[in-house]
């Protein structure tokens, strides 16, 4: 066999290993930011030219998350925050349009002690994509609300409050879980594990709507006129 025919078997066989690793990595890209990122990343390749281009925003998101000085709140911090969205919530009784700017105004407080910028929305939502995808759209729903909030129907409001919720409490745990390793570890040891987290996720958004109607109708309630029967003398 000639030289040159070895020679360029050698390099055609290069090129073709080159091109599966290259094509076995992207896939590999695509996965693992499909994973990470789950809806957002649909939504980014919605929005780009191609999917490359959109792998390419999304690490550069997690290459600018890397660079920031993320920290999880101190136990004081989370029963700080945690009074604060319960007084804010309990404003919606009276003032549901202004409890809606102000939950707003509270989880952009959160995210800057969490170390997360708050210069922009947009920039916001690429920030917190990276470790809080799966809150994303909610954040997105309620603060469209919130933009148009003096216009939005009570009902769109409180959606918005529920939502705003679901982010707050999000953030509010997330890097907590070391704390809480130890001793979740020993009541699964015996037994009294439960899928809380699974049961948490499932039934927050119903029971933020409970507890902001029933402060509505307590707050009705007793607003409304007290009258007693006299026994008819």
Not at 31 to 47: N, S
Not at 180 to 185: A, E, G, L, N, W
Request: hydrophobic share 30%.
């Amino acid at each position: 066999m000639p030289t040159w025919l070895i020679v360029l078997i050698v390099v055609v066989a290069v090129a073709v290993l080159g091109a599966v690793i290259w094509l076995v990595t992207q896939e590999m890209q695509r996965k693992r930011l499909q994973q990470r990122f789950g809806p957002e990343y649909d939504r980014t390749v919605a929005e780009k030219d191609s999917p490359r281009a959109a792998q390419r925003e999304l690490a550069e998101r997690e290459r600018r998350h890397k660079e920031l000085d993320i920290r999880p709140l101190s136990a004081s911090a989370r029963e700080r925050y945690t009074r604060e969205w319960a007084q804010v919530q309990e404003k919606f009784v009276d003032q549901p349009s202004a409890a809606v700017g102000e939950a707003e105004q509270l989880l952009n407080s959160l995210m800057a002690e969490r170390g997360y910028p708050t210069e922009g929305y947009e920039q916001q939502v690429a920030d917190l994509s990276v470790r809080h995808a799966k809150t994303l759209e909610h954040y997105r729903a309620a603060h469209t609300t919130q933009q148009k909030r003096d216009g939005a129907s009570t009902e769109d409001l409180r959606d918005a409050m529920v939502r705003y919720r679901t982010v707050f409490e999000d953030l509010l745990t997330d890097g907590a879980d070391d704390d809480r390793h130890d001793h979740d570890h020993h009541e699964r040891r015996n037994g009294h594990d439960h899928d809380r987290t699974e049961r948490r996720d499932t039934d927050r958004n119903e029971t933020d709507r409970h507890e902001t109607d029933r402060h509505v109708t307590e707050r009705q309630a007793s607003a409304s006129p007290r009258t007693e029967s006299n026994g008819g003398r």
